[in-house]
């Protein structure tokens, strides 16, 4: 097994700057306080889900009786969701109305860290399927330990990448924020129904030749 290519396909699969956008649209009503914990959890869960992927993708799929394409619809359904609110320019729990002071706020950040941040938008099924397939080429233990320090390097990236979104949505203003906001929640409504018909397809073959 060649190791490069699977760090070279996740940092290509994961694109932490291509979420920073999402990331500021979620994270911009948390204190810096929330903000940098929602940046550790982020980072540590695209590292778990990387993680576990590799060492037993596979088992847990087919252990729960999910297969990628049932993956893939569910992650699509959840990118539409939070697509449709991201066009009117709200966040989906950033809102100040919707989240008390507190715990409960801080508890707000890291379930935005998880979902929707790590997963689908860091981590989702193209991560996960390239980590079981790479596993599954592994020969030694030690070529299986690699694919998950690969795991340490996306979460310090993604750390890093995050870190430095402050001085992005400063430069950008709250009026470029929400256009940006739009533009993104237009391409991620794209990227989902992509999701969604793949998924779909896979799961109904007819599907596909009705499309034809």
């Known amino acids: 097994m060649d190791l490069l290519k699977p760090l070279i396909a996740l940092l ?22 929330q903000r940098r914990r929602t940046i550790r959890v982020s980072a540590f ?15 847990i799929l087919e252990f729960f009786g999910i297969s990628l394409a049932s993956f893939q619809v569910g992650g699509g359904t959840l990118l539409l969701i939070s697509a449709i609110q991201m066009l009117s320019a709200q966040p989906i729990e950033g809102r100040k109305d919707d989240v008390s002071e507190g715990t409960s706020k801080v508890d707000a950040g890291a379930s935005i860290a ?18 079981v397939i790479y596993a599954e080429k592994t020969r030694h233990w030690w070529q ?4 998950v320090g690969y795991g ?11 870190s430095a979104s402050g001085r992005i949505a400063r430069a950008l203003g ?5 256009i940006m906001t739009r533009l993104m ?3 991620l409504a794209a990227l989902a129904v992509e999701l969604l018909a793949d998924g779909l397809t896979k799961l ?9």
Do not use: E, Y
């Open 174 to 178: 709250q009026t470029g924020i929400n």
């Open 12 to 33: 290509a699969i994961v694109n932490p700057i291509g979420v920073v956008p999402f990331f500021i649209h979620f994270t911009q009503n948390l204190s810096p306080q």
């Open 144 to 147: 299986l330990a690699v694919l």
């Open 152 to 162: 340490v390097v996306v979460a310090l990236v993604t750390f890093a990448v995050f």
């Open 114 to 131: 998880v979902v929707p941040l790590t997963i689908p938008l860091l981590t989702g099924p193209a991560t996960i399927s390239t980590m």
């Open 204 to 212: 109904f073959p007819v599907l596909a030749g009705a499309i034809r």
């Open 185 to 187: 929640g237009l391409i």
């Open 45 to 59: 869960s695209a590292f778990l889900v990387i993680a576990l992927s590799a060492l037993a993708g596979q088992k």
